[in-house]
Structure formats: C-alpha cells, structure tokens
C-alpha cells in the first residue's frame, strides 16, 4: 500500500513538472512586423508591461502616419487634443484609465481586460458568453408563475409552464459592434459595452424602432477585433513583402527620438516602420496573456488538485504509521495481547499467573546475581565462606586518638575543667615541631614521600585472591527459572489452548535466550579482569589514621 502511495505521488509531480515545461516551451507566431500584415495589438492578450510596449507601438504609428502624410488636418487636432494630453473621449469606467487618448485596465488594482472590460483577476476565468455577447440580464418572471414543492422549495407550475409570462428568456449569442446605439452625448451606454468605445456623432436609422441615433464606435486608431469581441489598436500597415534592413536615421525618426532632415519615400518610410516593428515583435510576445485559468491560493486547478492529492495520500500515510505506533504501544501490555489472541478469561488468569511468577523469579535471580557479582569482586555481601583472604571488612567508627592533654591542677583560670594550658615559645633547634613531620622524624599513619602507601596496590591491579567466575546456585540456566512459562505451556497443551501454549512456549524460549546471554556477559568480564574495591569500601584496604602525641616536656607554658 505505501509503496503505491509513493508511486502515485511521483506520477503526479512528473505529470505536473511535464506540463509546465511544455507550457513554457510553446513558441508563439510573430504578432507583427516583416512577413505580417495588418495586426492588431494591446488590450485582452497582453499584460501590464505588453499594454505598455503596445502604446509605444501605436505612438511610433502615429509617426509613421505623420511621414506618410495619411493624417489629416482633423486628426491632428485629435492627437493634440486627446493623444498628446491623455485623455479619453466620454472618460474612462471604473477600474480603468486612460493613456495616450485609450482606456485601460488598472493593474494595480488587480484588473485585466476581457472581451473590453476590466475583471478582477480571481473572477476572470469564470467570464462567459453572457459577457462576451453583452447579454443583458433577462426579466425576472412573475410570482405567480411558481409553486411551493412538497419537499421544500418551488418551480413553475404545472398549468403554467406554456405561458409565455413563465418561460426563461435567452438571448443569442450574437453582438453587432455596428448596431451599438446610443442617444447623443450617452457615452456611459458605450462604455458599458467596451471600455474603448464612445457615442459617435455618426447618426443611422434604428430599423427596430425607424428613429434616427448615434452610434457607438471605437475610438480613433482602433477597430474591433472580432476574435478578442473587443476594441483593439489597429496597425494598419502590411509589411509582407518588406524586407529586413539596419537601422537608419528613419529608425530614430520612428522613435520620435529625432527631426526629419530630407524628404523620404512612402517605400522607404514603409521599410523603416516594418523593420522596426518587426524587432519589437519578440518583446512584444514575452508579454502575451495566454488563457485564463482559475486559480485557488495562486494555484492552478490541476495544481490545487495535485496538492490536495499529495496533501491527501501524505495524511493517510501519516495516519497508517500513527495506527501502527499505536498497535505495537497497545500490544506491550499483556492483556491486551491476550485479548487479541482470543483467550478466555480463565485463560487470561492462567497467562497472567504465569508472569507474575516469572517477575518473582526475575526478582530472586536479580538478588543472586548481585551477591555473585560481589563475590567475584572479593566482597561478602552474604556469600557463604565470606570474603577471600586478605580483604578486611569496613571500618567503623573513629580510632582511638591516646590521651589528651594533661590539665592544671592548679586553682584559677587554668584549673578548669576542659581547658588546656596553651604552650609559649617554641622547641629548641633539632626538635620537630609539633603536628609538622620533618625529615628522620617518622608522623604515625602517613608514610613518607617516596615511600609506598600501606593498602594499596603498586603496579596495576594483582587478582588479590578473586575466586573468578560463580556460576549460579542452581548451576545455570534451568527449568527452574521457566517453571512459570513451562506450566503456562503445559497448562495450554493439557486443555487443547493453542494460545496458551504457543505463549508459554515462546516466553520459555525468550527467558532461556536472555539467562544464556547475561552469563556470557558475567564470563566475559571475569575474563577482563575485575578490578578490586577501593580503599574505605567493603573488600577494599584499611585506611590508617595519626595517633596523637602528648606535648613536649621542653614546651613553654603560659603563667596561671
């Protein structure tokens, strides 16, 4: 099961890092420039930095026309007025501005333009034909169209679903940009069909209603582009047949960057803004917006998908290990092993019996052994025979320290009790001072420099008479130590309780193991070499202790 898991997992990482490596792969056509036509740019398929490459774009065909002497005196007048200023005709919705005389989506709100409108971006992929196709809102249908459904909620009723009053109204999927009418000066009602068009001074006859109205149009450089179903600018130039050239000083001119300084040819200005365009193409599709897809936590849904699958399988796996944790946690205790097992209760008691003599014995082998452990150190600690020779046992209490200081017997200060007479001066030269040991002058219980220390051991440390390995009282492990386990077993086998006796067996063969195992280690470290106690320890050397003096006869006494 875990190693399907992790598989899952692997093939859903590859299929996802395969999909985005294609995704980035994709080479997209050149938008415009040598080899293209007429194109249009800007608007839905690019983003902040296209829309901004876009505008320039137009500003450098705007130059172009001007060489060309395509505009006219009016539409100087409207790039003066509008262009040159920033403003738009009619102003912009909301969620929009305008640029260079063009509406546009403002990003820093978190708006992008789709079919001439501005969409938050989380709402974006869910933009359909309802606004692709600027469908209104259909009417709301009467109340009494409806009735209440046993079951909660309503629907039309039955004799009244024929009515005309009562059907859902639906509208084609259809919208003529050249139908758009609007009343004089309405820009608002254009505006709501595309954030780029306004109500135009053109006037046609309505063939609905026979009345004569204005039109709404996109603005001035711009055509509706029927694949987006929005207004897009419009590069009105074919450079098909042109061909690739170096920059020149009708380059700079383009660019707007420079005055021109002789007349040019239609060809050679034609040439020049193909050229230059066509090196702009490559820019221009890095910033391309491809289709939207909807996005929960920055995430694809094929994204969000694998995650919540990975999330998913990880918590399972997660889950499976805790489960299995807390089987082996619960298989510890041993009535819930022989719960599992499906032993009855007097089988339980029977189990249970059986390991609580065998803690008993665990217990008395514990005792044992530590009394064999001394023994083999030289210890008594209660062995038969105590210790070996040549270890003494523990000191206790304090040695004698000899007598005290002798008291004046004369009356006063220096006749009481307790209080001993100070001594004055000091002893003659050659004599050693009292409580100090000097050379050739031997202190009683500490031996010295140079000199051996009494009790302890030079050179390592010598058996000292250690009995080595003491096999256990009862001669090693035995059924006395599985009589427990054994009578579990043999208990099992006399009533037909396999349970029982498979875990009598098993104990048996486990404790057998274990006793084996802890005689080698008490071999082994006879082996080694135990070292003996130390000093002051039980088996250990004797401590000696100063004896004290009387004080000296020479010794200067203070006056009573």
């Not at 050229?275 to 939207?292: K, P, Q, T, W």
């Not at 990975?310 to 796996?317: D, F, L, M, W, Y």
């Amino acid at each position: 099961m875990e190693k399907r898991t992790l598989s899952l997992v692997t093939v859903l990482l590859l299929a996802a890092a395969v999909q985005a490596e294609e995704e980035k792969n994709i080479t997209l056509p050149k938008p415009f420039g040598i080899g293209i036509g007429p194109a249009y740019i800007g608007g839905r398929d690019t983003d902040e930095e296209g829309t901004e490459l876009s505008l320039k774009i137009y500003q450098q065909y705007i130059m172009f026309k001007r060489l060309s002497s395509m505009n006219l005196q009016e539409d100087e007048q409207y790039y003066s007025r509008w262009t040159g200023k920033g403003e738009c005709i009619g102003a912009c919705p909301q969620y929009s501005h305008c640029k260079k005389g063009i509406c546009v989506c403002k990003p820093e709100d978190s708006r992008i333009q789709v079919y001439g409108r501005c969409f938050s971006n989380s709402t974006a992929y869910f933009v359909g034909d309802k606004e692709k196709y600027r469908k209104p809102t259909p009417p709301a249908r009467p109340e009494w169209c409806f009735c209440e459904k046993k079951n909660g909620g309503r629907d039309v009723c039955p004799e009244n679903r024929r009515r005309e009053e009562c059907q859902v109204v639906t509208y084609p999927n259809n919208f003529d940009h050249n139908t758009q009418y609007c009343l004089g000066g309405d820009h608002s009602h254009c505006l709501g069909k595309d954030i780029n068009m306004f109500c135009s001074s053109n006037q046609v006859q309505d063939q609905t209603t026979g009345q004569v109205k204005n039109l709404c149009q996109c603005r001035k450089d711009m055509k509706f582009d029927t694949k987006n179903m929005e207004c897009r600018i419009r590069i009105d130039v074919d450079c098909t047949y042109e061909n690739k050239e170096k920059e020149g000083d009708l380059t700079w001119i383009l660019k707007g960057r420079d005055e021109p300084k002789k007349e040019y040819t239609l060809a050679e200005i034609k040439t020049a803004f193909c050229n230059l365009i066509d090196a702009e193409s490559a820019e221009y599709n890095a910033h391309i917006v491809g289709e939207f897809t909807y996005s929960i936590l920055g995430l694809s849904i094929g994204g969000f998908i694998a995650v919540c699958c990975i999330t998913c399988v990880t918590a399972c796996c997660c889950c499976k290990c805790c489960e299995k944790v807390k089987a082996k946690i619960r298989a510890l205790d041993p009535r819930n092993a022989m719960r599992d097992a499906g032993m009855g209760p007097g089988t339980q008691m029977a189990a249970l019996g059986a390991v609580a003599a065998g803690e008993y014995m665990e217990n008395r082998n514990d005792k044992q052994d530590e009394a064999r452990v001394a023994a083999m150190q030289g210890q008594s600690m209660g062995m038969p025979g105590g210790a070996p020779p040549g270890y003494a046992p523990v000191p206790e209490g304090y040695p004698d320290q000899g007598a005290g200081y002798p008291q004046d017997q004369r009356g006063g200060y220096g006749g009481q009790e307790g209080y001993a007479p100070v001594p004055t001066g000091y002893p003659p030269a050659g004599y050693p001072q009292p409580g100090y040991p000097q050379p050739g002058y031997e202190q009683p219980g500490y031996p010295q420099p140079g000199y051996p220390q009494p009790g302890y051991p030079q050179g390592g440390y010598p058996p000292q008479g250690q009995p080595g390995y003491i096999p256990p009282a009862d001669g090693g492990p035995g059924i006395m130590n599985m009589a427990p386990e054994l009578a579990l077993a043999g208990a099992g086998a006399f009533t037909g309780n396999a349970a029982m006796a498979g875990l009598g067996v098993v104990a048996a063969a486990e404790k057998m193991g274990a006793e084996e195992d802890k005689e080698d280690r008490f071999r082994a470290a006879v082996m080694k070499g135990v070292p003996p106690p130390p000093m002051g320890y039980a088996g250990g050397a004797q401590p000696s202790y100063p004896q004290s003096q009387p004080p000296y006869a020479e010794a200067n006494y203070p006056r009573q």
